[in-house]
Structures are given as structure tokens and as C-alpha cells.
């Protein structure tokens, strides 16, 4: 029988009905499984949404992993270890998700070092000073929360749960962050100085976190139609500055931003806009620290073939034994 004799005599494959029944659950709001059939366009934009949330994850152990040996005691080292271990296992949990997608890590890892897929645009600046482990908790851990938790509700279920885990270690990473930048608010004239310093310098990156403005954003129309977003780009930027202005009051910290405001009438506050210049260079990978933090992550990659070699080496040796005794 040949391909084409196959092909005749599979069932014809009632396409109109899959996608009936895909818009069904999606409507229902019933999570998408890996075994569910899936429109191509919805399976490719998880894979990149998916991969550069994990990417994120593993980039971002770099810009506060070069503070752990210069942590000010052995109490804020053992936390910023632990805060740095969990980024990974949040990569791991994320490239997990996306394996169930038909990708393998293999291939997410080559996207990444090729740059052929993104990365949160946070990572490309640089920690200049210890207060920067502190801003990087409150501000970007929790930037990373409120756009996070709704994406617990995902449609598509390797995504939505691998999220609830992170999210409840985010919330401890944030609170570590808050804790930090308090403790040194209470201390030097020169300590509160350089928590100011350091969120003057990560505000408006913050702010671009949540990706371009809403009508600038070619993706969201259709991410949210499938339920892969629940909100859009500017609802939870607004949700983020909303939060973070009483903190930063109790902390004692202003944000750069003179156009930030209550606005009673909305019942939210109304803040300026980041420079979406600057947003796109580093996106198009000419932020300061691009190159350096894609050249970290392709060393870490080749240092380690051997481990993957050793470990696939193992592998076959086991099937092989495997083998032979089911021969026997
Ligand atoms: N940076 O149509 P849009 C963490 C891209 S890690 C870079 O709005 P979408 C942590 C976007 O990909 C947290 N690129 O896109 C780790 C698209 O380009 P392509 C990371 C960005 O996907 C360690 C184009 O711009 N979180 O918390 O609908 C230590 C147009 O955008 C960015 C996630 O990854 C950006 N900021 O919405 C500490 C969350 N923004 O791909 C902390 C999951 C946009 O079409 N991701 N782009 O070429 C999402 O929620 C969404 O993907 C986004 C963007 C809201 C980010």
C-alpha cells in the first residue's frame, strides 16, 4: 500500500467540527489540553508566548545572580540563592508547558541563543547596586504577579497550571524585595539614596514589562478572543501603577514620573507614558545589556553539553540493557 493509498483510505478529518468543538471549550471557558485538537495560530502563539515566558525566567537569574557573592550577609545571600533557584525552576516548569505543544526544549534552548525568540525586555538593563536585588523583588517581581495571576485562568492547561506555582513563589520573591528596600529605608542617608536611585532607574522598564500600548499590540485581539490573555497590555499596566504608588508612599519613595496622579473622576491614577522608543531597541536587541546576557546564556549552554552528552550516553546504555533482556 503506498502514501497515497493510506491517505484514501483514512476517515476524512472533519475540520469544520474540531474547530467547532475548540471554540466551544474556549467559550465555556474550559481549559485546551495537549490532546485537544488546536488551530495552528492558537498552537504557535502559545509556543511563543510560553517560550519567552520561560526565557525570561532563565535570563532573569543573570541581573541578580551577579549579586549573590556580594550579598551584604550570609541571611541575604541564602535568600537571593533561593529567589535565583526558583527563577530556574520557573524556566523549567514553562519548558515543560511548551514541550506539551510539540517543541523540545532542545529546540526552545537554540531559539533562545539564536535569538530567534524573545525575552522579557527587563533583563537587558543592568543591577548597578545591591538596592537593585531589592527594586528587581518589589517592582518587577511584582509586575510580574499582576500580570501573571490572571494568566492562571489561561485556556490552555499546561500553561494555567504551571502559573498558580509561580505565582505563589512571585509573591514571596516580591515581598523579599519590599522587605529589602525597607530595611535599607530605615538605615543611612546614603542606603535610602541609593533605593531611591535604583527605582528611579527601574520604573519606566517596569512599566514597558506589560508590552506596548493596547493599540499598538498586534497580538491581543486575538490572544484574548482565544483566552490566552485575560486582560490586555494596558489594563494591567494600570492595575501595576495602581498598586505600586501606596507602597511606594509607605516605603518612602517617589516614582519619576511628574505626571503621576490620582484621578479621582477614573478612581485610578493617571500616570505618563514610558518611552516606547527606547522599549523597542531593547526588544530588537540593542538594550544595553542584550548582547551580554545572550553571550552568558550560549557559555552556560556549551558548558554544559557535557552533562547532556553524559546523561544521553546513560540513556542509551539502560534501553540497550533493556533490550537485550527483553531479547533474552
Ligand atoms: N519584552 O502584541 P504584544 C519574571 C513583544 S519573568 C520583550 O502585546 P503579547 C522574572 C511581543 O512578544 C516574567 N518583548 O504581545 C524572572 C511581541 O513580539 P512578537 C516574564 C515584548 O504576547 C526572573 C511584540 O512585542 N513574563 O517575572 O500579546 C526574575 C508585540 O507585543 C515585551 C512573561 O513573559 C517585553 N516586555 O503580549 C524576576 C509573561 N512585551 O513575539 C522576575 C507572559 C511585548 O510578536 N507574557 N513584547 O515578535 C505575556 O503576558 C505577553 O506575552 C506580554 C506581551 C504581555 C509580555
Redesign the pocket.
Known sequence: MTATDLDAAAPAVDEAGLLAGFEATIARSDRIEPRDWMPDHYRKTLI??VA??AH??II??QP?GAWITRAPSLRRKAILLAKVQD?AG?GLYLYSACETLGVSRQELTEMLIEVKQ??????NYPTLSYADVGT?GWL??GA?IC??VP?CRTSYGPYGRAMIRVCKE?SF?QRQGYELLSTMMRGTDEQRAMVQESVDRFWWPAL?????PDDE????EQ?MAWGI?RNT?DDLRQRFVDMSVPQAEALGVTFPDPELRWNAERGHHDFGQPDWDEFMQ??KGNGPCNTQRIAHRRKAHEDGGWVREAATAFADKQAAARRQEASA
Do not use: C, W
Open positions: 511563543r508566548q519567552q515566558h525570561s525566567e532573569g537569574m541578580e527563577e520557573h524573545k525575552y522579557s525586555s527587563i533583563f528587581i518587577v517581581d510580574a500580570n501573571q494568566l512571585e520573591h514597558m514589562m506589560f508590552g506596548p499590540s498586534p497580538n491581543t490572544s490573555k497590555n531593547v526588544v
